[in-house]
């Protein structure tokens, strides 16, 4: 999937800023880390190998993915309870149920398999691999969340403290949950990165 977005940006004419959510915010950081992009927003990342996942819930969410080894070679549906339960926890149940018919899609089961066995890969073996020293990476912010359950605020915060070296951000947003891309109040969000990249990135 990485591979698939790097040369789809590689064939444009300029360097893009690029920005993902979850599993997505975690390629930003792998196609920054390969040199791509001319910054990049990572919004509620998934942690990258090396960023050791120690709080409960988001173990929690996807433990019933991993419990089935079948599901690393097909697609996994996102149950409505489990949506309510990890995604949208401040909606109302008639919001949550509009939601989840409206947007929720099956997501491959191996990236959830990747993610989890990344502490036993080899870093040159992982795909979720990020050298944190680079030094010619271009600028990265990464945005949490205080009510997101599946990658807390604190999972955000300790892997931009991995980082070293280069232009590297954080910004948390107290009252985001995970579906903070859709939730009420989301302007506010895309206000602040808005600014950042405009102080970032030359015109």
Do not use: C
């Not at 999937?1 to 790097?6: I, K, N, P």
């Not at 173990?59 to 996102?78: D, K």
């Not at 149940?93 to 066995?117: C, D, K, M, N, W």
């Not at 947003?173 to 990249?197: C, L, M, P």
């Amino acid at each position: 999937m990485v591979d698939h977005y790097a040369e789809a940006i590689a064939a444009l004419p300029e360097p893009p800023v690029l920005v993902g959510h979850s599993f997505g915010g975690l390629f930003v950081q792998v196609l920054l880390d390969r040199g791509l992009g001319a910054a990049g927003v990572a919004v509620h990342s998934a942690a990258p190998r090396g960023v050791p996942v120690t709080q409960p819930s988001p173990v929690r969410a996807v433990a019933g993915i991993l419990a089935r080894p079948a599901n690393r070679s097909r697609a996994v549906p996102l149950p409505l309870p489990r949506f309510r339960r990890d995604f949208a926890h401040t909606l109302s149940q008639e919001q949550a149920v509009a939601a989840h018919e409206r947007y929720v899609t099956p997501e491959t089961g191996r990236i959830f398999f990747e993610s989890a066995l990344a502490p036993l890969t080899s870093r040159r073996r992982s795909p979720f691999t990020v050298d944190f020293a680079k030094a010619d990476r271009a600028p990265l912010l990464l945005v949490g969340g205080g009510l997101d359950r599946i990658v807390p605020a604190s999972l955000n915060r300790a892997n931009h403290r991995r980082y070293r070296s280069g232009t590297v951000d954080y910004a948390k947003f107290a009252e985001r949950t995970h579906w903070t891309i859709a939730q009420d109040g989301w302007e506010d969000v895309a206000a602040h990165i808005t600014g950042w990249i405009e102080r970032h990135v030359r015109p």
